[in-house]
């Protein structure tokens, strides 16, 4: 072969390769709310865990400004009991617990409590106690649910729950006097996301998730 051959198939190859041989990987499909509709939207399972990145900021009088620190969290469940169809999650550091950290204690991470969460059917409650009973239950949401919908826990309460649609999932707000939280469920997974906030001084928090790993892996 001539050396005109030669550089002519060196530029043939280089070209090839250019054109398709570094071709970007497959981009992953966006799932639909009706994908997401059909997917659990708070896959409790005993041994489940979700690991959190949180930032707290508060305001410090004694430093006179506000403060900011970070921490890693874990919502984890202990124990899952089922009766007539209820099904109750006890649940180790539900992020709410997180609305309690006490930035002058200096504590790396605040203590994490229990909290029961039923399931019946496809409706989630938060449990008077650690039993599958609805009994005292405060209701929470039903799947599917619907964006710009409003849950309220009981006819007694004056606040509800607003639901608004995301391209990851849907986020629920609770919006007080005083504070406000939100939950952001990512159909699959879980709690991809929480924020709690108080009005007036500075008492803001924000858990982002890390990592979720399924039962018994």
Not at 68 to 95: H, Y
Not at 118 to 123: A, E, K, P, Q, V
């Amino acid at each position: 072969m001539n050396a005109s051959r030669r550089l002519a198939r060196v530029a043939a190859i280089a070209a090839l390769a250019l054109s398709g041989g570094c071709s970007s990987p497959a981009k992953k499909k966006q799932l639909t709310q009706q994908d997401m509709i059909a997917m659990d939207p708070l896959p409790l399972a005993k041994g489940s865990k979700w690991t959190y990145t949180v930032t707290v900021k508060r305001f410090d009088p004694d430093a006179d400004k506000e403060t900011t620190r970070s921490l890693s969290w874990t919502t984890e469940v202990l124990d899952a009991k089922e009766s007539n169809g209820v099904t109750a999650f006890r649940v180790r550091g539900w992020p709410t617990d997180l609305a309690d950290i006490d930035a002058t204690t200096g504590s790396a991470t605040p203590p994490a409590t229990e909290k029961t969460i039923l399931r019946h059917g496809n409706s989630f409650l938060f449990g008077a106690s650690a039993e599958p009973s609805l009994d005292g239950a405060e209701g929470w949401f039903s799947w599917p649910v619907i964006d710009g919908q409003k849950i309220c826990p009981s006819a007694e309460m004056v606040y509800c729950w607003q639901v608004t649609a995301l391209e990851t999932g849907y986020k629920l707000s609770f919006y007080t006097g005083p504070d406000e939280q939100t939950f952001e469920l990512a159909p699959g997974t879980g709690v991809a996301r929480f924020h709690y906030a108080h009005h007036g001084t500075t008492n803001e928090v924000e858990a982002k998730l890390v990592t979720y790993s399924k039962s018994g892996r």
